[in-house]
């Protein structure tokens, strides 16, 4: 069922870390195979992240296929599921037989307990976040207009961006999940300054949208304060954020991501800022 499983790490073991080790602790790639919904299970917080790209027909989200006892149920039976449309077309999610068309950039929040979720449009590009829940709430589409949009940054600073939130209370209510859109505005590059860190939940970057998606790259900067690390992310790519390490990065152009956190609290301003002169 799962393509890949994510364990959970402590910082100590970043340490003498090769960058393939990085990558494959941290790095979610290969999200979009034709007519398939690919889905990943990380330790962090239970996320599951997942792609999904429709060639032609439809694609459903699988049932759950382990443990023994859960074989045949419905994969939402215990958890929720943020979908964003980041291909460049319309396209149509599909819920217990109500059909939802998502723009460009639109998300749709799917509440635990639905049991039929099915993807469409040809040339469809979908993004998957699941959390597990412990009680339902309503299934909504949420489009940019619709969100709290926070201005960030400055030209100047080469980090002009509008914060989209989308799942996160007072806008979608969720049990745990928590997110939202960020995107770049033209001429910017840095993302999320100053940088932080979340004690109390995990949070997973996707990046896209670049201006040249083949060629074009992200560096992300990841680890403690006082010893960061980076990977070199592409177009279509996730990024796992333990609760201990910052989050951050800088791309070859403007560019667009989806903040995914699950945990405890979701107090959006529940963060440990540090300043740029504090990383080493």
């Known amino acids: 069922m799962f393509d890949r499983t994510y364990y959970a790490t402590h910082p100590d073991m970043m340490a003498c870390a090769s960058n393939q080790e990085l990558r494959d602790r941290y790095l979610i790639g290969s999200l979009f195979r034709p007519n398939q919904c690919v889905l990943n299970y990380t330790h962090a917080d239970r996320l599951v992240i997942g792609g999904v790209l429709v060639e032609s027909g439809s694609v459903r989200l699988p049932d759950q296929a382990e443990p023994a006892s859960a074989t045949g149920h419905p994969f939402l039976e215990r958890r ?14 599909t819920v217990d037989g109500k059909a939802f068309t998502l723009g460009p950039k639109d998300s749709l929040y799917v ?3 639905a049991r039929d979720v099915r993807f469409s449009g040809d040339g469809a590009r979908f993004y998957l976040a699941s959390s597990p829940a412990h009680r339902a709430f309503e299934t909504r589409k949420l489009s940019l207009a619709g969100a709290r949009m926070l201005e960030r940054g400055s030209r100047d600073e080469a980090n002009d961006r509008r ?44 990046y896209f949208d670049l201006d040249d998606p083949a060629n074009g790259r992200v560096m992300h900067f990841m680890g403690q304060g006082d010893a960061t690390r980076h990977l070199v992310m592409a177009e279509g790519e996730a990024v ?10 800088v791309g070859t152009s403007a560019y667009a991501f989806i903040w995914i956190m699950a945990g405890e609290n979701q107090d959006y301003d529940d963060m440990i800022v540090l300043d740029i002169c504090q990383l080493a």
Do not use: K
Request: a negative charge; one cysteine or more; hydrophobic letters at 40%.
């Open 80 to 93: 929720e599921l943020g979908i964003v449309n980041v291909g460049r077309v319309d396209s149509v999610v």
């Open 111 to 113: 509440t635990m307990g």
């Open 163 to 206: 914060i989209h939130q989308l799942v996160i209370p007072g806008i979608c209510d969720s049990a745990q999940l928590a997110m939202g859109l960020t995107i770049l505005q033209p001429g910017s590059v840095w993302n999320t300054m100053p940088p932080h860190v979340h004690e109390r939940r995990s949070e997973i970057y996707f």
């Open 240 to 249: 796992i954020s333990p609760p201990w390490s910052i989050h951050m990065g």
